[in-house]
């Protein structure tokens, strides 16, 4: 039986994915909780068109924690519309995301997938929606965070682009 010897080409492509994989592994791991310290403050998005504003709050990291709560309150009738306990916590795996919203009981945690200085990305593609959850670094006073899935084949999101706001 006669072996056939895979191309050059075929070859490149594998050990570059092979590489660029393990780097992106590697910048994952790297990331600290405090390398965070960007998203620390208080966050708001103002929707008139839809009478809601969106507020998250996060704590300054500290013991390995970031601490974090949002709000969405309809101004029609000035009520909770939902809100969300959040933590992103050092773990023995790498940094976790932890959401708790207040349609569930459970809480869902999603995985540090890659960061930079000015965007993280955290997933768990078993969850059914977000299976994403980004926030990028948008100076001098922008927070950008985008939730999102794959269903049913599609890519599904919502984009939150807050601004600072006053901590009261």
């Known amino acids: 039986?006669?072996?056939?010897?895979?191309?050059?080409a075929f070859v490149l492509v594998s050990l570059t994915l092979f590489?660029?994989?393990?780097?992106?592994?590697i910048r994952a791991q790297s990331a600290t909780v405090e390398s965070l310290s960007w998203m620390a403050g208080c966050w708001e998005l103002s929707v008139p068109q839809r009478q809601m504003t969106i507020a998250e709050h996060w704590m300054k990291p500290a013991g390995g924690t970031l601490i974090g709560m949002s709000r969405t309150v309809r101004s029609r009738k000035v009520t909770t519309v939902s809100f969300e306990f959040l933590r992103i916590v050092t773990t023995d795996a790498g940094i976790d995301y932890v959401a708790k919203p207040s349609s569930s009981k459970e809480e869902t945690a999603f995985k540090l997938a890659r960061s930079s200085a000015t965007e993280v990305v955290f997933e768990n593609l078993a969850h059914d929606f977000p299976q994403r959850i980004i926030y990028k670094n948008q100076p001098?006073?922008?927070l950008f965070a985008r939730v999102e899935a794959n269903q049913n084949g599609k890519l599904n999101g919502m984009d939150i682009p807050m601004k600072r706001a006053k901590c009261e």
């Open 1 to 8: 039986m006669k072996r056939k010897i895979p191309s050059k």
């Open 19 to 25: 590489v660029l994989g393990g780097f992106m592994a």
């Open 140 to 142: 001098p006073d922008g």
